[in-house]
Every structure is written in C-alpha cells, then in structure tokens.
C-alpha cells in the first residue's frame, strides 16, 4: 500500500500510520484530498453546466447583471426555436456518421496492417513501419491542404466521402494493434492453426481478431473522439450548411449577424448532450485508448 | 516454399491498406514540401519553381511573424498551466484511487477533452463576455473593474490560453495516471522506510522517476497546441463580421492564405515551419531522454 503524494504536514513513518493519532490525521488529509478533487471537478464541468443553463434562459435574463447560474424563469422557448430554425439534427447526423465511418476505417486498417507488420517479419515490412512511424510524428493541419486538392480531383468536396479521406487511417492505431499482437498473441497458436490446415484468412479472422477485441474496442472510441471533434477539415472540406457537422455548423452559425446568445446556447447544449453521454458510456475504452497512446517509449 | 507463400499473402494483404496510407498521407506530405518550393496562385495552371524564396518572404511578412509569435506563446502558456497542474491532480488521484468518487474525478477533468470544441468554446466566450459574462461579475466582487477579455490584445491571448490549457488537462492527466500506477511499490515503501513524507516522496521518488512522461507530456501538449485554431475561430476571429480582436495563429494565417489570397505554394512554406517546429519538439524530447539512458 503505498502512500503517495498525501500532503500531510507530520511526516507519517511507518509508526504512526498505525498509531490512532496518525490514522484520524491521514483520514482528515484524505478528506481535504477529496474536498479538493471534488471542488476542482465541479469546476471543470461549470462552464458546460453554465452552457445548459443558458440555454433555458430568457433573453431578458440572459442580459441580466449579474449574471444567474440557475434560470429564475426557466424557458423552453431558445431550444423550440433552434431545433426548428437550424439543421441541427442534420448536424448531429453528419456527425455521428462520419466519426462511426472514420473509427470503423481507422479500426479495419489498424487491425490488418498491425497484425502484418506484427507477424510477417521480412524487410519490406520492417521500412513500412519505418515509414508509418515517421508519419505519426506530421500533425494533419501540416498537409491538410494537399489533401483538400486530391479531394477536389476526385470530386468529392461537400461530401461525406470527402470528410473521410482525411481520416480513413491512423499512423498510432496501427503502431497500437502491432504492439498488442507482439505482446499477446503468441507465434505457437498461430503455427497450431496452420497444422490445423487453417487458411490465412480464417485465422485472422476467427483467431487474431477476437484476441484484439480490447485494443480495437479502445482504438475505435479515440477514432471516434478524434472525428468527433475534428473542425478545420470539415470546415475547409464541407460548404453547404447540409453537409456541415456539429462543430463546423456551429462555428458558422455563431459567426451570423442575427443570432441571440439563448439560441447559441440551446444549440450548444443540445449537441454536448450526445457527446458526454457517448464519452460517459464509452470512458473506460477511452481511457485505455489514451492511456495507450502514452506507453509510445 | 510454404514461407514465400506466407510472405506474399502478407504483401497482398498489406497492399490495399498501404495504398490508401500512400495516398492520405505519404503523398500529400510529399506535396506539401514540394509546393513549399513552388510559386502557385490557385487560378494561374502554372507552378514555377522558385526555391526557397517562399520561406524568405516568410520571415518578412509581419502576419506570419505575429502568427508564429502568438502561437508559441499560446503553445507554452498551454504548457506552463497544464503540466504542473496535471501531476499534481494525477499524484492526488491516484492517491485517492480507491476513494468512492475516483471515477467522478476522471470523468468531470476528462469531459473537456473530448466534448465537441465549438460548444466549449461557446461557454467560455460567454464567460469572458466583458458586458455579460460571469468572469467581470466575479471579479467585480473581489473590486477588480470589468476586463475586455475578448479584445484586449493581452487579454485575449490569455483567454485562449486559459480555453486550450482547459481541454488539455485531461490529456495530460490521463497520462500522468498511466504513469504513476506503473511506478515501482517498493521504492515507494523503501522510502517510507526511511521516513519521508508524503510531499517527500511525490517530489523525490516520483517526480524523476516520471521524467519520461513529463517529455512525452510536454512535447504532445505543445504540438497539439501549435497546431490551434477552433478555440482561435471562436474566441477571436474576425469571421463574417462577427465582434472581437482577431488573434492570429499559424492555422489560421495558413487557410487564408490559400482560401482568401489564393497562395498555396506560400501557405505550404507556412506549414512546412509548422512541420520543422513540431520534429525539433520531437528531436529534443528524444534526446532528452537518450540523456537519462546513459546516466
């Protein structure tokens, strides 16, 4: 049971943890701990929650000094108007279609390209991950612009096919699986299989895929998160306000001449609805995507 | 025989993944250093080579240096607030990880990390509101007069600081926390052993020990805050005359010069400094920690 990082002022040797004096000292310390976090959490979170309570304002009380926190008049009035006025659903839908489109590409060509380079030990595979790596290190807003003229060649601008050129693959999902097979999937099952008369194919599978089922599980929630939340390639890709995604929509939408502050906020608080309750469901794959992406050395 | 029947079905397999990688990634990277060293307006078919004289416009152009300058203050401001703060709230979390609301602390510093940028955005740009906004009335309790957050040349640096530093943490806690559960117990109990105390521990034992992810924290933290631009859009552009001081920033300079003055072969010069700034990153961060292997 290691202690660590217990701000307490008496230096609690191994003595007097045990002692009844060091054990209500340590207690109120961990209180004051957890007083702390919690307080800190709650801050985290305010400005979302002073989001959604915006959205239920009235406009009188949205110019209010000084500002409340909880609506004294709550009004359903911002929310009716923006679902009916503002293509939110479409946006939502688009959303949601092309972070599923991204994370499923991301996952399929992780899995086949990791367990290749995992398994098939030669040196053309040895520089193909030499170069993969490389490229992990390049952020995407370096070579976004290129990417934007290859889908202007292919004619796929203002599309969802054009959203996904830019994220069909992930240098790090397929480093990802590669150290996951190396690590958990012994050569001897795959030899056993082979004996067995079992084809390539079959056991990738029936055999490696099911083995990879946490690692994929993980790396398809961060995919997701990462579509989820890419904004300067929808915003360069997509043009017409039917084929924007949440936060490109958004981002266009708070930039008109007319829109009110309760509006703004009732579109906000509707699309973080999906986003938190998606990341609440799916945290612990989340936190082992990201946890992941941090064992790189 | 049945060893090269297994290497081409690896290179068969390989083929379609390898083909779609070439063409998203290793092509238009390509691209990007060609046309850094090319003259190419959208509308004019021709692409004349012109060496390197993209980059050296690029340093006597006062919009890109502003851009340049203002990035790598956001970048390290980022850096400054989230890095101490993250190890301290991953050394108290773990601490506290078998506590009843351990997961509450996950999930409330994790949920701005991956909720939608622009609704974020939006809830702080209400916050720094100079008229309306709940920062000026909390300061105004405290008898600090109202600030003009969002337009103060200063102070809207600061905000977008404060904005980035907020979807960060997260990150970076997360991080931390891997790090601390693979720690070794028993340096922990040795220096108990010994009689330190818990301040001890964190800032002797652990703290070096965790050099490595302080690097890779470090280095991930200001790449993705070199590459800003959403918090940027909505806190301070000057987009479809919405009200607000623009701040410049390297995406930012580098869209308009190819979406608004027609430029690509300049705005690829501008995104080859942005490549050049992130592999240096890279480059110390990794002999930093060669050093620590030879020690």
């Not at chain 1, 701000?7 to 609690?12: C, G, I, N, V």
């Amino acid at each position: 049971m290691t202690e660590l990082a217990a701000p307490s002022a008496a230096a609690p040797g191994a003595a007097s943890a045990t002692t009844p004096g060091g054990r209500r000292k340590r207690r109120l310390v961990n209180f004051g701990i957890d007083l702390f976090l919690v307080v800190f959490g709650l801050l985290m979170i305010l400005p979302l929650i002073l989001l959604v309570a915006n959205a239920f304002k009235t406009p009188q009380e949205l110019l209010a000094w000084p500002p409340t926190i909880i609506p004294t008049n709550p009004t359903l009035q911002n929310i009716t108007t923006v679902l009916a006025e503002t293509p939110l659903s479409t946006w939502i839908f688009n959303s949601f279609a092309f972070a599923s489109l991204s994370a499923l590409s991301i996952s399929l060509t992780s899995a086949i390209a990791g367990y290749l380079l995992a398994k098939f030990p030669s040196r053309t595979m040895t520089v193909l991950f030499a170069i993969i790596l490389a490229t992990a290190i390049v952020p995407f807003e370096v070579y976004m612009i290129p990417l934007y003229f290859q889908a202007q060649q292919l004619g796929l601008l203002n599309s969802l096919p054009g959203l996904l050129l830019g994220y069909l693959v992930m240098s790090f999902g397929i480093f990802l699986v590669r150290q996951n097979v190396i690590h958990t999937i012994p050569d001897e099952l795959l030899e056993a299989a082979r004996i067995d008369g079992a084809g390539e194919l079959w056991i990738f599978w029936r055999v490696v895929l099911p083995l990879l089922r946490g690692a994929l599980g993980a790396l398809f929630v961060l995919a997701f998160f990462q579509a989820w939340t890419a904004f300067a390639w929808p915003l360069i890709v997509t043009s017409t306000t039917d084929r924007y995604v949440i936060e490109t929509g958004l981002a266009l939408f708070q930039t008109g001449f007319t829109v009110d502050l309760g509006r703004l906020s009732a579109a906000s608080a509707i699309v973080l609805v999906p986003s938190v309750t998606l990341f609440v469901l799916l945290r612990r794959n989340f936190v082992e995507g990201v946890a992941s992406t941090g064992l790189k050395e | 025989m049945l060893k090269r029947r297994r290497w081409i079905f690896s290179l068969v397999a390989i083929l379609p993944v390898l083909a779609i990688f070439a063409y998203v990634r290793v092509y238009p990277i390509g691209e990007i250093l060609r046309l850094s060293l090319h003259k190419w307006d959208i509308l004019s078919r021709e692409k004349p080579f012109i060496g390197l004289a993209n980059f050296q416009e690029l340093f006597g152009d006062s919009l890109f240096r502003t851009a340049l300058f203002n990035t790598s203050i956001i970048a390290f401001g980022v850096l400054i607030i989230t890095l101490p703060l993250a190890l301290v709230l991953a050394a108290l979390i773990h601490h506290r990880t078998r506590s009843r609301f351990a997961s509450f602390y996950e999930t409330t510093i994790f949920i701005p990390h991956v909720v939608s940028l622009v609704p974020a955005a939006m809830a702080w740009k209400w916050i720094f509101d100079a008229r309306l906004g709940p920062l000026n009335a909390v300061l105004s309790v405290f008898g600090i007069p109202p600030q003009a957050w969002l337009f103060d040349p200063v102070l809207s640096i600061v905000s977008i600081i404060v904005l980035c530093s907020w979807q960060a943490l997260g990150f970076a806690v997360l991080i931390y926390l891997v790090g601390f559960k693979n720690l070794p117990k028993s340096l922990f109990e040795a220096s108990k052993l010994d009689g330190a105390s818990g301040i001890q521990q964190f800032w002797f034992v652990a703290v070096p020990l965790l050099k490595p992810i302080t690097l890779y924290v470090s280095v991930a933290t200001l790449v993705s805050a070199f590459n800003v631009y959403a918090q940027v859009y909505v806190l301070a552009s000057d987009a479809q005359g919405a009200p607000g001081r623009q701040v410049r920033v390297l995406v930012l300079d580098m869209l308009e010069n190819t979406f608004r003055n027609y430029r690509v072969g300049y705005a690829a010069s501008e995104a080859v400094v942005l490549l050049v700034i992130v592999l240096i990153l890279t480059a110390i961060q990794f002999s930093l920690l060669r050093e620590k292997g030879t020690r």
